[in-house]
């Protein structure tokens, strides 16, 4: 019935839902927009897009940006916007549910991948985009005149471009930039150009689209265009960002709020404001950044652009979690990914799943980031978005990083570096090589590790950015740590520390003096590495960083467990795994159980350290933690050693296995080779 009310405005109902198919997969739903959803957005391009042309003013040119999608869609029709959402909610579910059931009866988790995506956006066109599609078909048989041609191909591109059809919008731009060249419509030549860098901006194409927003800034100046000079400074500071270039993107973005203030472009400036933070934020300045994000969003509020909203509650979510201050960044991230839904914001959908994914893992929920980083892949390739491709990749092989799936993170993150190569993101590839060197770390090939390192240093020196410049010289100490380099180590975290307080980054404060106490530790500086360890326990408190306070009283407990202070060993490693609980994360709780049954293992208690070594695996193998499994298989077969006694474990279905004493130093040895693998 919504369909129908809404002239089929959303796609009709999938025709292979039962109840049974859909009441069995809607728990494992990727959250995508069913084909057609993205209609509501090109009716707003045809009505905005058209009045440009009449007047022939640069003042409506689309933005690259999370803005792209014109403001205020509820207030010009409310009843049919209101509708369009209320179908979209009702077909969202059941459309994904009959995707994900159809790829679970193959065999490939490609293509069950693959087939969450859905089809392509294009699917679902408007009736004002195949009526775009006529006109310009009717070109070559009606009597058209050379103006209305050129007008008929723009309008038609910055339709495509509203769905995410970048290479049809930039065939289409490119047939009116050169009927606009031939026959000096100077400032449909604009327009053009300023298409053609948002398209080649979506496709991750950064120097294509610098040099064609770079020429369309020229005709705005030429034409005196102060409206169109302010949103095309935006674009600009927009592409250098992408490539890393974050001093001449904030000079460009300044720039943009200087010409939109003295004009009074409210969205405008809304938008400039957006890219300084992001521009502050990437060099560290979180400070700075928060306080441009925040008049983004007055902004954007005040024209009641709900995409502008959704994407500056996702920006200011991003500063929140680089303070560590996650519960705050997580409902943020929440709102972004709501209102991007709401607005038909796919490419802010996908931006909020990343976002989701990167909170999920650093609150150790480590499925629940797989499956939002799985979402933003899925919405890359479905958008050709090769930007956003390749940072998912890198995200995903995070996540099964953090699973101990290393295999698995290292095809990801290398799928990422290709891409992001392509695009030539260098700040994507800096992150991506640090990344890489963490995954090679974990599985002990430090050669390799240390290649990436200084690959990723060399960028981040390059870029200018000193948040990028900590993380890479942490990322050194701990692969020099691995090497039983520990002085080495300690100099490199001092540096990354000394960066981090210097840009106010309390989280990396925290992580960092956490790493500090455990490379003192190892060269029997006890006392500074507590004191460290405490600095570290106290910046968790104050950032309400619960992962991080689990962590760090895990460190704290292993150093008290080395002074042979047992007891309060104990107690502390008892409040980890509680802390562990109260957040979810399952992992994090296996591995401090691993810690706790070690200590309680020196301590002669055999059988209380056994039957948390059993937990340890069980919870490992829940988490598909392969490295904890491994870990924790070891520890069980030298128990049943030392104990003469077999042990009894979960298995991996959910039976039992029996540990035999007579095997155990096998199994032992099998183990450790499985963890040294």
């Known amino acids: 019935l919504l369909w129908c009310i809404v002239g089929k405005c959303c796609a009709p109902p999938p025709r292979h839902v039962t109840a049974v198919n859909f009441a069995t997969c809607r728990d494992h739903i990727v959250k995508t927009p069913p084909p057609g959803f993205l209609s509501s957005c090109p009716r707003i391009f045809h009505q905005q897009t ?39 909610q009702q077909l969202l579910s059941v459309t994904a549910a009959t995707q994900v059931w159809e790829a679970t009866n193959s065999n490939s988790h490609d293509r069950m991948e693959a087939a969450c995506a859905g089809p392509h956006p294009a699917a679902g066109l408007t009736r004002e985009l195949e009526e775009a599609r006529r006109l310009v078909g009717a070109i070559a ?47 449909l ?51 250098c960002q992408a490539l890393g270039r974050h001093v001449e993107a904030a000079s460009y973005h300044q720039q943009g709020i200087d010409v939109c203030s003295s004009i009074g472009d409210v969205q405008g400036l809304a ?33 009641h652009n709900v995409s502008g909203v959704g994407s500056a509650h996702g920006n200011i979510g991003n500063v929140l979690q680089a303070l560590g201050r996650y519960p705050e960044a997580l409902d943020r991230h929440l709102q972004h990914l709501e209102l991007a839904t709401q607005a038909g914001d796919v490419a802010g959908m996908g931006s909020a799943h990343g976002n989701l994914g990167h909170i999920y893992q650093s609150l150790g929920q480590y499925k629940k980031a797989k499956e939002h980083h799985t979402a933003h892949l899925t919405i890359a390739w479905r958008t050709g978005d090769r930007a956003a491709e390749g940072r998912a990749q890198s995200s995903l092989g995070s996540a099964y990083h953090a699973l101990g799936q290393h295999s698995a993170a290292l095809k990801h993150h290398r799928d990422g570096l290709l891409t992001a190569t392509a695009t030539k993101d260098r700040a994507a590839q800096g992150q991506i090589h640090g990344s890489i060197a963490s995954t090679l770390l974990a599985v002990g090939r430090h050669a390799q590790a240390l290649g990436h390192l200084h690959e990723a240093a060399a960028i981040a020196l390059d870029l200018g950015d000193r948040a990028a410049s900590s993380r890479t010289e942490g990322i050194l100490g701990s692969t020099y740590l691995s090497l039983g380099q520990h002085e080495r180590a300690v100099d490199h975290f001092n540096r990354a520390l000394g960066v981090a307080v210097e840009i106010g980054d309390l989280a990396g404060q925290g992580r960092l003096h956490a790493v500090l106490g455990s490379a003192l530790q190892s060269l029997r500086r006890y006392s500074e590495a507590e004191e460290h360890i405490c600095q570290s326990l106290a910046i968790a408190d104050e950032i309400k960083d619960l992962a991080g ?21 104990c107690a502390t490693l008892e409040q980890s795994i509680a802390v562990c609980q109260e957040i979810g994360d399952s992992a994090g709780e296996g591995r401090v159980c691993g810690i706790l049954g070690t200590v309680l293992q020196a301590q002669g208690l055999l059988d209380q350290s056994a039957f948390l070594q059993v937990r340890a695996l069980a919870l490992a193998r829940w988490a598909e ?8 298989n070891y520890r069980l077969a030298m128990l049943s050693v030392l104990l003469g006694s077999p042990l009894q474990t979960s298995g991996n279905a959910g039976g039992s296995s029996v540990l035999a004493p007579e095997t155990a130093s096998q199994t032992a040895a099998q183990t450790a080779e499985q963890l040294c693998q």
């Open 50 to 88: 058209s009045e440009a042309l009449a007047s022939m003013s640069d003042s409506d040119q689309p933005s690259s940006g999370a803005q792209r999608h014109t403001p205020a869609q509820h207030e010009q029709d409310p009843l049919r916007f209101a509708a369009s959402h209320a179908a979209h």
């Open 141 to 187: 048989t009606g009597q058209v005149t050379k103006k209305a041609k050129a007008e008929r191909h723009y309008q038609l591109g910055a339709l495509l471009y509203a769905v995410a059809e970048y290479n049809e919008a930039i065939q289409e731009h490119m047939a009116a930039l050169a009927i606009a060249q031939q026959h000096g419509f100077v400032k």
């Open 189 to 239: 030549q604009g327009l053009a150009q300023s298409g053609l860098g948002n398209a080649h901006h979506g496709r991750g194409e950064f120097e294509l689209a610098l040099q064609h927003h770079e020429q369309s800034l020229t005709v705005a100046r030429q034409q005196h265009n102060r409206t169109g000079e302010g949103r095309i400074l935006a674009n600009l500071g927009a592409s």
């Open 271 to 303: 938008s400039a404001n957006a890219g300084l933070g992001i521009a502050h934020y990437a060099q560290g300045r979180y400070s700075l950044a928060m306080n441009h994000y925040q008049r983004a969003l007055d902004g954007f509020a005040q024209i």
């Open 549 to 569: 306070k689990a962590r760090v009283l895990g460190v704290y407990g292993s150093l008290l467990s080395a002074l042979h202070r047992h007891s309060e060993a």
């Open 625 to 632: 933690d392969t490295t904890s499994m491994a870990k924790a």
